[in-house]
């Protein structure tokens, strides 16, 4: 059973940064899609990145293009979340999934869906104020 633990969540004003992590044990695939989603407040859960460990196109939500970087450390089991030049309108709490099979690819493209995600952490809470 794979368990995902998140942290590096908090409080920052807009304009400035944050670097979540996603911990994860017990994997018994050699690869997975990994990602991270984030859901505000009265809204549905929203893909923000994600990317297959066996190789190919990363997924950036457009809102955070160029802000965002997801990354991992293999020999950690570590997933992260680089979030520069926060807007408000991040504030959201941020789940880390994985799922044993390639990230899923429409239309030539890649896109991220939470339907297709088998494992989920407890979630972070990123608040940025304005």
């Known amino acids: 059973q794979v368990q995902l633990v998140e942290s590096g969540g908090g409080s920052v004003q807009a304009g400035g940064s944050l670097r979540l992590s996603c911990a994860a044990s017990?994997?018994?695939?050699?690869?997975?899609?990994m990602g991270w989603f984030r859901q505000a407040p009265g809204k549905e859960r929203e893909g923000v990145a994600s990317f297959y460990t066996g190789g190919g196109s990363t997924y950036y939500r457009d809102s955070v293009k160029g802000r965002f970087t997801i990354s991992q450390d293999s020999a950690k089991n570590t997933l992260y979340l680089q979030m520069n030049s926060l807007k408000p309108e991040d504030t959201a709490m941020y789940y880390c999934?994985?799922?044993?099979?390639?990230?899923?690819?429409?239309?030539?493209?890649?896109?991220?869906?939470?339907?297709?995600?088998?494992?989920w952490g407890q979630g972070t809470q990123v608040t940025v104020s304005s």
């Open positions: 017990g994997y018994t695939y050699s690869s997975y899609c």
């Open positions: 999934a994985a799922d044993p099979f390639p990230c899923t690819v429409v239309g030539g493209s890649p896109v991220q869906r939470a339907g297709d995600f088998q494992y």
